[in-house]
């Protein structure tokens, strides 16, 4: 019923720049938070970054603050994280995750891409 279909993963420099995007589709009625998650090899997946749909603020962790930006469109139902100066220690694979409602149903469930590699290494 939800598809997420995630790009821009690859590789960069140390320093260098990314921008992932996830894309939704689907019979979706609405969206809540969006986010990201990433999981390095040998490591548990962690949160990276969330947007919810109103006015609360984004939450952003400590380890990527002022070096990523999360953002959405709601109209394209897509959800975004910019990535700058990059590090080796980001590399891992990115996952997005929504809280979605979908047609015909009454409770927001979460759904998750299928992850993204993004590697940092010269």
């Known amino acids: 019923q939800v598809q997420l279909v995630e790009s821009g993963g690859g590789l960069a420099q140390p320093g260098g720049s990314l921008r992932l995007s996830c894309a939704a589709s689907?019979?979706?009625?609405?969206?809540?938070?969006m986010a990201w998650y990433r999981q390095a090899p040998g490591k548990e997946r962690e949160l990276v970054a969330s947007i919810p749909s109103g006015r609360s603020a984004n939450y952003i962790d400590s380890s990527v603050k002022g070096r990523f930006t999360i953002s959405r469109d709601n109209a394209k139902m897509t959800l975004y994280l910019q990535m700058n100066s990059l590090k080796p220690e980001d590399t891992a694979v990115y996952y997005c995750?929504?809280?979605?409602?979908?047609?015909?149903?009454?409770?927001?469930?979460?759904?998750w891409g299928q992850g993204t590699q993004v590697t940092v290494s010269s």
């Open positions: 689907g019979r979706i009625n609405s969206i809540n938070d």
């Open positions: 995750v929504i809280d979605a409602l979908v047609v015909g149903s009454t409770r927001y469930l979460d759904y």
